[in-house]
């Protein structure tokens, strides 16, 4: 039989550090020394030829880093 719903559910801890260096690396680095279950990042919307040329946190985040990664987009009335 399936269990409570309540004993299913764990504590969600969140935490803001600041940190210097390159954005994407230091990103990677701290999902991995901290254990991180889930990373969660902001996606500021650029085009693809922006994105090429200045690169994106949240792409290089997506294939770097250790752990699950949620990536959300803006609304689309600040894109426009």
């Known amino acids: 039989m399936d269990e409570p719903r309540e004993s299913l559910v764990r504590?969600?801890?969140?935490?803001?550090l600041v940190f210097e260096g390159e954005a994407k690396e230091i990103i990677c680095q701290a999902v991995e020394q901290m254990h991180v279950d889930l990373l969660v990042v902001g996606s500021r919307g650029l085009g693809k030829i922006r994105r090429a040329f200045i690169?994106?946190?949240?792409?290089?985040?997506a294939?770097?880093?250790?752990?699950?990664?949620?990536?959300?987009?803006?609304?689309?009335?600040?894109?426009?």
């Open 63 to 80: 294939h770097h880093a250790n752990c699950p990664i949620l990536i959300v987009k803006p609304p689309k009335e600040i894109t426009s």
């Open 55 to 61: 690169g994106s946190v949240s792409d290089y985040c």
């Open 11 to 16: 504590e969600i801890r969140s935490e803001t």
